[in-house]
């Protein structure tokens, strides 16, 4: 009866912006696996908030503590409780860290990781990935290494988002597409994604190679990633996005029919005024309903 279900029937869930306690998460869990969902991305830090045990010396840990929205983070403990209970259910959990963009909290931490001045209110400071910052290269080697410790997930994602040319150097573009390759060698044996920033925002020329994987959240960027050779994510805004979306937008969402096309994700974006229990609100349920209803067989045309 399920042969028609894409293989991907993923939810994002960000807690960098809003942190979720683990029975909340634990709840959100269980629902999803109600509605067909088995892959549970967790966006789990962001500019505004490093809510997560790193490193060692729970550095970068503190300076969110004293500096961010909320106190509060996941421990190791914590992690390996929402991805036994997420097994349970059938449902893979994977990391996002999100990186050069989204990395004000870093430069609350330690100056010299960031270009731009650090703002957890406007974000807009990334992380200073040029060849002589040997030391940012250390902790971003520190990071995925304790973060693939703590997940031990196939997937893992590197995001790439909203990246601007700040470096100043004589070729932030090539710079920026060499770090890519880099982050690549870090993951050798698992599957990596990628926003689909890098080969969407105006401006930018990336070489990238076919076998990462790219979510799209740009609308109508689906088909142009396809027709580039890539395996795709669907979560075009409009119609996945929290807050957007709605049973018509996705119901109604055309999927290219590709043997690429590995599924969708429901993308939640929260912010500092959202309630982690507000996905047993309308707004939230809808799209998880409609998601539930998604079929290969529905909807579809040829690529």
Not at 75 to 92: C, E, M, N
Not at 275 to 300: C, G, L
């Amino acid at each position: 009866m399920d042969s028609d279900l894409y293989p991907h029937r993923g939810f994002m869930l960000d807690t960098g912006r809003k942190f979720f306690p683990v029975p909340a998460i634990l709840d959100l869990l269980t629902i999803l696996q109600q509605y067909n969902f088995n892959v549970f991305h967790w966006h789990i830090y962001d500019a505004e908030s490093f809510p997560m045990h790193w490193p060692a010396d729970r550095g970068l840990t503190n300076a969110s503590i004293k500096y961010s929205h909320t106190s509060r983070y996941y421990t190791f403990k914590d992690i390996q409780s929402v991805i036994s209970h997420a097994q349970r259910l059938g449902i893979l959990v994977y990391p996002e860290t999100d990186m050069p963009g989204h990395s004000d909290i870093w430069g609350l931490w330690k100056e010299g990781l960031v270009v731009g001045t650090p703002d957890l209110k406007h974000p807009s400071a990334q992380l200073d990935i040029r060849q002589h910052r040997l030391q940012t290269y250390d902790h971003v080697v520190s990071l995925v290494s304790t973060v693939d410790s703590y997940f031990g997930s196939p997937l893992h994602h590197f995001g790439g988002d909203e990246v601007a040319y700040i470096w100043q150097t004589e070729d932030d573009n090539k710079l920026f597409e060499t770090f890519l390759h880099w982050l690549k060698t870090l993951c050798p044996n698992k599957l990596l994604i990628l926003w689909d920033d890098p080969l969407t925002d105006e401006g930018k020329s990336i070489n990238l190679s076919k076998d990462w994987i790219i979510q799209t959240w740009h609308n109508g960027a689906t088909q142009e990633m396809l027709n580039r050779g890539h395996r795709v994510i669907v979560s075009e805004s409009d119609a996945f996005y929290i807050g957007n979306a709605d049973y018509n937008k996705m119901s109604s969402f055309v999927f290219p029919n590709h043997s690429n096309v590995l599924g969708f994700e429901v993308v939640w974006f929260t912010s500092e005024g959202d309630d982690p229990y507000d996905f047993h609100q309308n707004w939230v349920m809808e799209p998880i309903k409609a998601a539930s209803q998604i079929r290969r067989n529905r909807n579809t045309r040829e690529a």
